[in-house]
């Protein structure tokens, strides 16, 4: 890494113009340690350019790739750079980096991966009722898949270890790719864990889940968590 | 069962111009060996139950069918399988499509950063050496 730093803060970004300078400054601020890419997956508007006027590091697809591509373009960097960790942080301004030392501090205890969770105490985070129906389906099936517990398995707001970020530059998932990728881990024999934090309300943009494309997203995530555990072990 | 002796030229000539398209275009470059084998692989099956209907009633006897649901059978499976084979084969490209994109990305940043340097480093050495 030409910074001598050891995170790299990745954030996959579309289209978020409204709020990706104010992110990218947040994160500067809370987190001195840590490098800032945003991966700007083929956004139309001035997303990468108010990214870069910031000074994060701005890698731009040159079509839209999908958030999954997107994440794995970063992991890929983050490797390839000589980072020793990544943390994942949505480019809404949703997920407050003064939290991020939580996630990265269970890092620190040898967890692989660490999800921050709306879930695991009561953080003040309501969502529709079909949502929190999804949530928990997922959630359960992580349970009886690989025996343990994520109350929140959607959430994008995550930090890894160089043994997961190696896992995922051979493979990650290319569309909703976060419960996937926890079952991905377990398949390899990485670890995972939760840490309760607290989320702001979205600033801008919308969640990449409509109303129309819920039932597409959870029989797909589903048919791909229940494939998982059969597919071939990337890492040896 | 007897065919029509116009019925076998018909057929003969579909498969050949069949073989014909598919040399062409492989020879043009438009079409892949491995797939030009599938093709002549339907050609060629066309031909023998064209010439020799009485397999395809082996078939019907076999399964108790009627012969034109055999012969429907027959070209809905090779369909099936063709179409398989295309959604392996795309979604192969697809994530080869997607890699080439990240490592276009990614080159493309660090191309920047090299541009970067190279202007500073041209600046610190405004006078030639030697």
Aim: with cysteine; net charge neutral; aromatic share 10%.
């Amino acid at each position: 890494m030409e910074t001598g730093k050891d995170t790299l803060v990745i954030v996959p970004a579309l289209n978020e113009e409204e709020t990706i300078a104010q992110v990218v400054r947040n994160l500067n601020a809370h987190l001195p340690d840590a490098d800032v890419l945003v991966v700007d997956d083929g956004s139309t508007d001035k997303t990468g350019d108010l990214a870069r006027a910031e000074g994060a590091k701005v890698v731009t697809l040159p079509f839209n790739c999908g958030i999954g591509t997107a994440m794995q373009t970063g992991f890929k960097y983050a490797l390839d750079h000589g980072y020793r960790a990544a943390l994942q942080v949505d480019a809404d301004g949703q997920h407050p980096p003064r939290e991020a030392g939580k996630l990265l501090g269970r890092l620190g205890e040898g967890w692989h991966l660490v999800v921050g969770s709306r879930f695991v105490e009561d953080t003040g985070y309501r969502g529709s009722a079909l949502r929190r129906f999804g949530i928990g389906l997922f959630s359960w099936m992580i349970y009886a898949l690989t025996g343990k517990r994520v109350y929140d398995p959607t959430s994008g707001f995550r930090a890894m270890s160089s043994e997961a970020l190696e896992l995922f530059y051979m493979r990650y998932p290319h569309d909703y790719p976060e419960v996937e990728a926890l079952i991905l881990l377990d398949r390899n024999g990485l670890t995972f864990t939760e840490v309760p934090v607290s989320m702001e309300p979205r600033k801008g943009g919308r969640s990449s889940i409509s109303v129309l494309s819920g039932a597409y997203y959870m029989i797909k995530v589903s048919l791909a968590v229940l494939v998982t555990p059969f597919k071939k072990k990337e890492l040896k | 069962m007897k065919i029509a002796f116009h019925l076998r030229i018909l057929i003969g000539a579909i498969c050949l111009s069949t073989v014909g398209i598919i040399f062409v275009l492989i020879r043009q470059n438009r079409l892949k060996e491995k797939y030009g084998v599938l093709w002549l692989f339907a050609a060629f099956s066309i031909f023998v139950f064209g010439l020799w209907p009485d397999l395809l009633t082996v078939v019907s006897k076999l399964f108790r069918l009627h012969h034109l649901t055999t012969l429907f059978m027959v070209a809905f499976l090779f369909l099936f399988g063709l179409v398989l084979k295309f959604t392996v084969a795309i979604s192969q490209l697809y994530d080869r499509n997607l890699a080439l994109a990240q490592e276009v990305a990614m080159l493309k940043e660090s191309l920047k950063g090299l541009a970067v340097k190279m202007e500073t480093g041209l600046d610190q050495k405004e006078e030639p050496v030697g």
